[in-house]
């Protein structure tokens, strides 16, 4: 199911400041109450987008998931939890994120396929099988795991569920924390994990993988990864292009050629009858290959030395 652009809804630009988001949101919310005429599903789509823009913490995953082209969210899941399970009362378990940054060479972007990654994350301790140890109902939500207050919100009052302060959202407390993990219900691990890499990852892309992240609140989270594209052998990208530093000095501009040590195959070049070492020599489509395929850059750099 594709999730609508919170932007687009309230009608604001994806850098809009928080002052101009709440703006934005009470004048929809008016326009767009059930009680004022308004539409309700209208109604509900703005309020779920306000709620996730309005707090900086569910934006800024919100922006992550976006730039994400292998993850994504659950709207029902989203929808319900914001209305405190009002359209739905089977309540599921909130899928949380780890988030870890890994660094990659531009020959492995362009290569793609397997990769270890070695992080360290939260598993659950088996001694107490995740729990923490002895608990009890928590009297401040009654084991709802949540509270429900009353909100004026654009001078309209609703009642607006939020997570128990007490027990944070699991309805227990507990009063004999396990010996083993102290009551977290989670001890550290370093874990190996082979990746997929697309052919062409990108510099700043995000990679989601279900259920590798920490374990915390009776479930295992989705691991976010992170990616950096570094320099790598005299190989850089810019966006489909790759590019090649090329060194050489006079001996070698004797030679009619020069290898570049290609990905796909090393790659022999005739040095041009002119030589500029202010523009980058272009071979023709072997570059990063996608919506389109790039090119080969190289860059001249003639070598200098001193006595």
């Known amino acids: 199911m594709n999730q609508d ?11 809009a400041t928080q002052d101009q988001i709440k703006k934005a949101y009470r004048k929809l919310a008016i326009e767009t109450h059930p009680d004022k005429g308004g539409d309700e599903e209208r109604f509900k789509k703005v309020a779920l987008a306000y ?22 969210g659950d709207f029902n899941d989203i929808f319900s939890s914001f209305f405190g399970g009002g359209f739905n009362n ?4 909130t899928r949380h994120t780890t988030t870890i940054n890994v660094n990659l060479g531009t020959l492995e972007s362009y ?10 994350r939260k598993k659950k301790c088996e001694t107490c099988n995740g729990g923490g140890g002895d608990k009890k109902t928590c009297n401040t939500c009654n084991g709802m795991g949540q509270i429900r207050q009353q909100v004026n919100m ?10 128990c302060p007490t027990c944070y959202g699991s309805g227990q407390i507990i009063y004999n924390p396990c010996f083993v993990c102290n ?25 989601r993988l279900k259920g590798l992240g920490d374990f915390k ?15 790598e052998s005299n190989f850089d990208k810019f966006d489909n292009n790759l590019i090649y530093d090329l060194y050489f000095d006079l001996e070698d501009l004797k030679k009619e050629s020069f290898i570049i040590p290609h990905p796909d195959g090393d790659l022999t070049i005739k040095y ?20 389109y395929t790039g090119d080969l850059l190289i860059n001249q750099y003639l070598k200098y030395y001193r006595d």
């Open 51 to 72: 709620d996730t823009l309005g707090d900086e913490n569910k934006r800024q995953q919100y922006d992550m998931q976006k730039q994400n082209p292998f993850g994504g």
């Open 90 to 93: 089977r309540r599921e378990p």
């Open 217 to 231: 609140n009776g479930n295992y989270g989705d691991l976010v990864v992170r990616v950096t594209v570094e320099k």
């Open 154 to 163: 654009a001078g309209f009052t609703q009642i607006v569920s939020s997570q």
């Open 272 to 291: 041009p009858k002119n030589i500029d070492t202010s523009k980058p020599l272009r071979v023709k489509g072997k570059g990063f290959k996608g919506q």
């Open 183 to 207: 009551g977290n219900g989670s001890q550290d691990e370093i874990k190996n994990v082979d990746v997929s890499l697309p052919h062409g990852v990108d510099d700043g892309q995000f990679l």
């Open 111 to 120: 290569v793609g396929g397997k990769k270890t990654i070695t992080y360290k």
């Open 5 to 15: 652009n919170y932007y687009d809804i309230l009608g604001v630009e994806e850098n």
